[in-house]
């Protein structure tokens, strides 16, 4: 007996939610930044129909050390989430980096990805014929270290707007 998996495209899929960011300044150099996405997930192929709730979480943490460093760690966590034919599995891990900066030109940055190594992508296929749990994990776990210069002078003046007359809309 052979098995043969290949993909389809689906009929329709809607998704609704609500995103929201808050970013806190806990002391004087300790920033917390938070974001929490919550959806609603409709998925129909014209043969099946599948519907669920997922959500997504990240929390970033900021240190701003003397000398110009800083140390930030990152949290993130997705929830299983639906689609036609089982449901993707949860994934969550966190990242630490530590930096640098010279005269807000030069930074050294050392980070760390997958502190734990629990970065895996994973799916559940539930069907008439099979039951399949798969999960692959593209990029363990690694050390990173870079260094960047900035050349020039940063002008933050282009993004303001100069002589332009505001535009009045009238509604009849």
């Not at 760390?112 to 190594?117: A, C, E, F, G």
């Not at 900035?150 to 535009?167: E, H, I, L, M």
Request: aromatic share 16%; proline share 2%; charged share 20%.
């Amino acid at each position: 007996t052979v098995l043969i998996n290949t993909f389809m495209n689906g009929k329709s899929s809607n998704a609704f939610g609500l995103e929201n960011t808050i970013k806190l300044t806990l002391f004087k150099n300790l920033n917390l930044t938070l974001n929490a996405n919550t959806y609603y997930i409709e998925l129909n192929s014209g043969s099946i129909s599948k519907s669920g709730y997922a959500w997504e979480s990240k929390a970033i943490v900021s240190y701003k050390f003397p000398w110009d460093i800083v140390f930030q760690a990152n949290g993130n966590y997705e929830s299983p989430k639906p689609i036609l034919q089982g449901n993707i599995k949860e994934m969550y891990f966190f990242d630490l980096s530590l930096s640098k900066s010279i005269k807000q030109r030069l930074t050294f940055n050392f980070t760390i990805s997958d502190v734990m190594n629990t970065k895996r992508r994973g799916w559940n296929y539930v069907t008439d014929d099979y039951l399949q749990d798969m999960s692959r994990r593209r990029e363990s776990r690694f050390f990173r270290f870079t260094v960047t210069y900035t050349f020039g002078k940063t002008d933050a003046s282009v993004f303001k707007r100069k002589n332009q007359t505001p535009v009045t809309v009238h509604a009849d």
